[in-house]
């Protein structure tokens, strides 16, 4: 395995990675300035393609800028074995932070732990089913062997030879989602998964942590579903009078993708940042 001492650069950091379309240039320097915001001291690596590089030279937050991977649509799973940070929080480039209890992010995830993520908010989204017969019929549940748990859009991981299990995870989310998520073969041969779930890197990540590597330690974002978990993954949808009285710490403000789709021209990788 590769000695990841050598690689780390810094404590603990932030990971963002945009890719394929300027709204989500856009969105990335709009969550860089509510770091700056809200953590003016903290570190980030930003990984996006060549020509947006300059837009995001001019934070001081931003310690590292990665230009060399691929421009797709995961391209998060290509950077996070890349992270400089012995401690990395990502952050999907679609978030804002809201809080300055931002700073407590890291006391999320302790020493005898791999990772730690959000419960996914069954109610909310997309199917949460793995198996076809349960995704026909509309389940939706947590239920970590049967159902997608785990948020890919936040979370925090050690990148250490400490735990080496963290390290292998990341390295297989990449790997994985081009050998199972864009291999037709794959679903073919597996007609009992619910093939809405290729599109999803949390399919990916159900497979690690329950088919290739069960010995990893995931830690749930204040032991799982509760109110405060949510603070730190909130989304529109949570905007209820169930939690009116909530105050969230990191905003999911989702990209709609038929507006994207639909502003191409406006939007093209060339265009400068919004507003």
């Known amino acids: 395995m590769t000695d990841r001492n050598k690689q780390i650069r810094y404590d603990k950091g932030f990971l ?6 300027a709204f989500y240039k856009n969105s990335a320097l709009i969550l860089l300035d509510s770091l700056d915001e809200y953590y003016p001291d903290c570190k980030v690596m930003v990984v996006c393609p060549p020509e947006w590089e300059e837009e995001f030279k001019v934070y001081p937050q931003v310690v590292e800028i990665r230009t060399d991977g691929p421009d797709e649509r995961r391209t998060k799973l290509w950077a996070l074995q890349r992270t400089v940070f012995e401690k990395t929080c990502y952050l999907d480039a679609d978030m804002e932070v809201a809080s300055p209890e931002i700073t407590k992010v890291w006391d999320l995830l302790d020493e005898d732990h791999d990772c730690c993520f959000t419960v996914i908010h069954p109610p909310n989204g997309n199917t949460t089913a793995i198996y076809r017969e349960e995704g026909e019929k509309g389940i ?13 859009g936040f979370f925090v991981w050690w990148n250490n030879n400490k735990h080496p299990n963290a390290i292998k995870a990341m390295n297989l989310w990449w790997s994985l989602w081009n050998d199972i998520n864009k291999n037709d073969k794959f679903w073919e041969e597996n007609p009992q998964y619910f093939f809405v779930n290729r599109s999803w890197d949390q399919f990916t990540w159900w497979y690690i942590h329950m088919k290739e590597l069960p010995e990893l330690k995931v830690q749930e974002v204040a032991g799982g579903p509760c109110p405060e978990m949510y603070r730190w993954n909130w989304n529109q949808y949570l905007d209820s009078n169930t939690h009116k009285n909530l105050s969230p710490i990191i905003k999911h403000i989702v990209v709609r993708r038929d507006i994207m789709h639909s502003r191409t021209d406006m939007f093209s990788k060339n265009s400068t940042k919004a507003g």
């Open 140 to 152: 939706r549940d947590n239920n970590p062997k049967l159902h997608l748990r785990y948020h890919g």
């Open 16 to 21: 963002i990675v945009c890719s394929c379309h």
